[in-house]
C-alpha cells in the first residue's frame, strides 16, 4: 500500500495554468503505475491522465490530450500533472491514484490506493 497526497489545486481563470503535485510514501511508488482522476458532484470519478512505472507511456482522456501532462519523478516519490489553457469544464476535484501493476488501465476501480484530493476550479 502507498499513501498519496495531493497538492496544488485552487482557482484560476478560463486559459491559466495549475499544476498540481501527488506525493507518496510508504512502499516505493516507482513500481506503482500512477495517474489521475477527477470528479463532480454527481457524477463517477472520470479517468484524466496516467503514467507507467520505470518512465514509462504516458496515457490521456480525449478531453485533456494536448493541454494536460502528467510526469513522474521517482527520486522524490512525485507525479505531477501540469494543466494548461484550463475551461470551466475542468472543474472538479482532482484525485491522485497508483497500482501495484503494468497494465495501462482508465477503470477507477483497478487502483486500490488513493489520495484524500484537492480542488480545481476555473471561473469563466
Known amino acids: 500500500q502507498v499513501q498519496l497526497v495531493e497538492s496544488g489545486g485552487g482557482l484560476v481563470q478560463a486559459g491559466g495554468s495549475l499544476r498540481l503535485a501527488c506525493a507518496a510514501s510508504?512502499?516505493?511508488?516507482?513500481?506503482?503505475?500512477m495517474a489521475w482522476f477527477r470528479r463532480v458532484p454527481g457524477k463517477e470519478r472520470e479517468f484524466v491522465a496516467g503514467?507507467?512505472?520505470?518512465?514509462?507511456?504516458?496515457y490521456y482522456a480525449e478531453s485533456v490530450k494536448g493541454r494536460f501532462t502528467i510526469s513522474r519523478d521517482d527520486a522524490k516519490n512525485t507525479v505531477h500533472l501540469q494543466m494548461n489553457n484550463l475551461k470551466p469544464e475542468d472543474s472538479a476535484v482532482y484525485y491522485c491514484?497508483?497500482?501495484?501493476?503494468?497494465?495501462?488501465?482508465?477503470?477507477?476501480?483497478?487502483?486500490?490506493?488513493w489520495g484524500q484530493g484537492t480542488q480545481v476550479t476555473v471561473s469563466s
Open positions: 491514484a497508483a497500482k501495484a501493476h503494468n497494465v495501462l488501465d482508465r477503470s477507477a476501480s483497478a487502483y486500490p490506493d
Open positions: 503514467i507507467r512505472p520505470n518512465a514509462g507511456s504516458e
Open positions: 510508504g512502499r516505493s511508488s516507482s513500481r506503482y503505475s
